[in-house]
T-cell receptor
Framework: GAGVSQSPSNKVTEKGKDVELRCDPI?????LYWYRQSLGQGLEFLIYFQGNSAPDKSGLPSDRFSAERTGGSVSTLTIQRTQQEDSAVYLC??????????????FGPGTRLTVL | AQKVTQAQTEISVVEKEDVTLDCVYE???????LFWYKQPPSGELVFLIRRNSFDEQNEISGRYSWNFQKSTSSFNFTITASQVVDSAVYFCALSQGDTGANSKLTFGKGITLSVRP
């Protein structure tokens, strides 16, 4: 398919371990976003990429969270020393930058992270 | 700061009933964008509609319609003749219009719609 893909779909890890979540955006989409969906906090913005640069990291909850994007395509979200409060669904979205602000984002299926 | 309020948390209707999902937003921007997304049980967010702040025309797409009223800062979504397949969580979202290409979304808490046969 031509949609946003994410892997793994589910990840169970032990507290204190590091995890990597991957996102493949729609081909040609230069903007990429990560969001987190949890029961308590709803859907929250984490980080925005334009190409390989991340001009907006304002949503990352702590310095244990980092992300990178390479080749203007695939992005990896890394959580170090995971904590139980990191358990959530991590969603990736991409958009084709046409009008600038307000471009429509298309979401992937998410990665459900469970920290034991 | 931006905020999106979806005061209804859960709605249950019988098939073929009409149902309206409310969305109220707050922003200081004069240019902004409003969205509705559907999240079925499978979990993937599905885009439904995008509206910019300068376009207050109501929109109809099949059984779906949207009413945008700047005077009340509302962007409500109506499903006519609801069907079981409409059962999902529906999110209203807002993005600023003055942030270059950054379209990060502020979401409401979502409304869980259950349509019973």
């Amino acid at each position: 398919g031509a949609g946003v893909s994410q892997s793994p779909s589910n990840k169970v890890t032990e507290k204190g371990k590091d995890v990597e979540l991957r996102c493949d955006p729609i081909s040609g989409h230069t903007a990429l976003y990560w969001y987190r969906q949890s029961l308590g906090q709803g859907l929250e913005f984490l980080i925005y990429f334009q190409g390989n640069s991340a001009p907006d990291k304002s949503g990352l909850p702590s310095d244990r969270f980092s992300a990178e994007r390479t080749g203007g395509s695939v992005s990896t979200l890394t959580i170090q020393r995971t904590q139980q409060e990191d358990s959530a669904v991590y969603l990736c979205a991409s958009s084709l930058v046409v009008a600038g602000a307000g471009d429509t984002q298309y979401f992937g299926p998410g990665t459900r992270l469970t920290v034991l | 700061a931006q905020k999106v309020t979806q005061a209804q948390t859960e709605i249950s209707v019988v098939e073929k009933e009409d149902v309206t999902l409310d969305c109220v937003y707050e922003t200081r921007d004069t240019t902004y964008y409003l969205f509705w997304y559907k999240q079925p049980p499978s979990g993937e967010l599905v885009f439904l509609i995008r509206r910019n702040s300068f376009d207050e025309q109501n929109e109809i797409s099949g059984r779906y319609s949207w009413n945008f009223q700047k005077s009340t800062s509302s962007f409500n979504f109506t499903i006519t003749a609801s069907q079981v397949v409409d059962s999902a969580v529906y999110f209203c979202a807002l993005s600023q219009g003055d942030t270059g290409a950054n379209s990060k979304l502020t979401f409401g808490k979502g409304i869980t719609l259950s349509v019973r046969p």
